[in-house]
Structures are given as structure tokens and as C-alpha cells.
């Protein structure tokens, strides 16, 4: 059973520039939210997808912007790069049922911002 | 604003128990999960609680105390493999809000 697969692993990119972060959920969920790492921090929320819609969207500008397919599978883009966008960016899928919803995390994408 | 409180480093000797505390405060609260993290690799779920009380899974048992906004998770016969960080994370409708992460370091 394939649990959360992310690509690319690693990524360098330059101010400016833009990167899309691929996602597909563990097999049988149906919603993917993507986090954010800073070195050293607990991830925070970027956003939640669930039906192919943007369902809820943490502290992050218009530069980060999403979508999810309707095999579940889910891109995160990020436009304008900072250097300060440079941290492990989680993707995270659950079923959506009543009540708390476990995360699956998947590994993860390194984005280096030079 | 959310605010989740961990200490930021432990360290326990093998075999022993340690507590690692979290207190957080959010506008919304459906739950208190705990993941833990090892360096370089994904966070993986370890326990949550809804209500107060303790939830026990094998070595690893949490607290939760919605009133005081509190939460402990406890590791018990303490293995090498058990360094890793450890993150509460308080879950509010469809957002995770996560703290810092305390780092465990397990020593011989």
C-alpha cells in the first residue's frame, strides 16, 4: 500500500523564479493539505484541498497557490520565490470523515531558494 | 492567534520514562494530535486525544486537559530509535496547527 508520494525530493531555484511541488495521497484518501517547514520549526498550513476545491487556506500570500485533480493527486505552485520560501514543503493526505483526521505525511520536497 | 508551547530540546536515558508537555491556545479545538519526526523524514502519527484523559498505545500514552489547554505525551522503556522530534499539533476543523517540535535525545 503506497502511502504519501511527493516529487521532486530536492530543488534549487533563484529569487524570483517559480516551482510546482507534486502530490498524490495514499491510496484510498481523498484530501491533501500542504505544510510548510522551516528548518528547526513545526510545519505550518498552507492550504487544504478536498473535492478539487481550495477548502481552507492558512497565513500564506496569493504567490502559493494549489490544485487538486480528480484522482485526488494535488500541485502546490509558488510564484515570485524569496529566499525565505527555502524550507521542506509536506504534502499530507486524510479521508474526510466526521471528527479528527489522521494526516499521512509524505517525505517531502527541499526547496533551496538561492 | 494560535500559539502551541513545547519545550524545544529533552534529553532521557534508555530504558527510563520521559513527559514531554504541550500547551497550546487556538480559537477553535477538535483535537490534540502528537507525530513524531525523525531528522530528515516525514512526521508519522503517534497519538491524538479529543477528550480529557489518557489514551495508551504500547509504549507511548497522551493527556489531554482541554481546560487548562494541556497536553503531555509519555514515553515509556526508552529506546535508542526514540530520538527523534516530537510534535503536538492542535487540530482546529480542517487545519493542523503545529509547535516547534521538541527534540528527544535518547542517550545509553
Known amino acids: 500500500d503506497a502511502g504519501v508520494t511527493q516529487s521532486p525530493t530536492h530543488l534549487i531555484k533563484t529569487r524570483g523564479q517559480q516551482v510546482t511541488l507534486r502530490c498524490s495521497p495514499k491510496?484510498?484518501?481523498?484530501?491533501v493539505s500542504w505544510y510548510q517547514q522551516a528548518l528547526g520549526q513545526g510545519p505550518q498550513f498552507i492550504f487544504q484541498y478536498y473535492e478539487e476545491e481550495e477548502r481552507q487556506r492558512g497565513n500564506f500570500p496569493d504567490r502559493f497557490s494549489g490544485h487538486q485533480f480528480p484522482n485526488y493527486s494535488s500541485e502546490l505552485n509558488v510564484n515570485a520565490l524569496l529566499l525565505g520560501d527555502s524550507a521542506l514543503y509536506l504534502c499530507?493526505?486524510?479521508?474526510?470523515?466526521?471528527?479528527?483526521?489522521?494526516?499521512?505525511f509524505g517525505a517531502g520536497s527541499r526547496l533551496t531558494v538561492l | 492567534g494560535q500559539n502551541i508551547d513545547q519545550p524545544t530540546e529533552m534529553t532521557a536515558t534508555e530504558g527510563a520514562i520521559v513527559q514531554i508537555n504541550c500547551t497550546y491556545q487556538?480559537?477553535?479545538?477538535?483535537?490534540l494530535f502528537w507525530y513524531q519526526q525523525h531528522a530528515g523524514e516525514a512526521p508519522t502519527f503517534l497519538s491524538y486525544?479529543?477528550?480529557?484523559g489518557l489514551e495508551e498505545k504500547g509504549r507511548f500514552s497522551s493527556f489531554l486537559s482541554r481546560s487548562k489547554g494541556y497536553s503531555y505525551l509519555l514515553l515509556k522503556e526508552l529506546q535508542m530509535k526514540d530520538s527523534a522530534s516530537y510534535l503536538c499539533?492542535?487540530?482546529?476543523?480542517?487545519?493542523?496547527?503545529f509547535g516547534s517540535g521538541t527534540k528527544l535525545n535518547v542517550k545509553p
Open positions: 486525544n479529543v477528550l480529557d
Open positions: 487556538t480559537s477553535g479545538f477538535n483535537g
Open positions: 499539533a492542535a487540530h482546529n476543523f480542517n487545519k493542523f496547527y
Open positions: 499530507a493526505s486524510s479521508l474526510e470523515v466526521t471528527g479528527a483526521n489522521v494526516l499521512t
Open positions: 491510496s484510498g484518501h481523498d484530501t
